[in-house]
């Protein structure tokens, strides 16, 4: 029983890393029917993120808007892992002659475990006690 887990978790590893995930890609499946494969958005419904100073600026704002969403845009808080959403915001502030650092995992995470902490204290919150 024990070797067959093992052959199991092995078969899904190896599946794992073949798979070349990277930010163009992710950004192909989530964003780019919004946002374009150019960068250029659909103006009037979609920003560009192309030479956006929103985009190139702080990190964490950036990282906190696709984890919330915003206006017309989904959340993608549960849809998309740390690492993943590193990849995607590395690549959209560095393509298309966007200029900016890219964004860890670790960077994700953080901003991550700070608004869920946020949501789970809201939840918590008794709003009728009397
Ligand atoms: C369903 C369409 C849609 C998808 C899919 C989408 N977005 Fe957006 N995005 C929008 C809209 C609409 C806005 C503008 C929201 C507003 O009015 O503030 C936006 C805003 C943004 C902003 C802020 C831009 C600014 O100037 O303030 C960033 C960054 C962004 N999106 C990144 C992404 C990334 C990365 C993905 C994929 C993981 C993505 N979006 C997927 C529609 C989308």
């Not at 029983?1 to 590893?13: E, N, Q, S």
Request: charged fraction near 15%.
């Amino acid at each position: 029983m024990k070797k067959v887990i093992l052959m199991v978790l092995l078969g899904v590893a190896a599946q794992a890393g073949a798979q070349t995930v990277d930010g163009k890609a992710v950004f192909a499946t989530n964003c780019a029917a919004c946002h374009q494969a150019s960068g250029a958005g659909i103006p009037g419904a979609f920003p560009a993120l192309k030479g956006n100073t929103f985009v190139q600026g702080d990190p964490g704002a950036v990282i906190s808007t696709v984890l919330k969403g915003r206006a017309g845009m989904p959340t993608f808080a549960t849809s998309i892992d740390d690492e993943k959403l590193a990849l995607v915001l590395s690549y959209i502030r560095q393509s298309w002659g966007n200029k900016a650092d890219a964004v860890s995992a670790q960077e994700v995470q953080a901003v991550r475990s700070q608004s869920s902490a946020g949501e789970v204290i809201k939840q918590e919150q008794p709003t009728n006690v009397h």
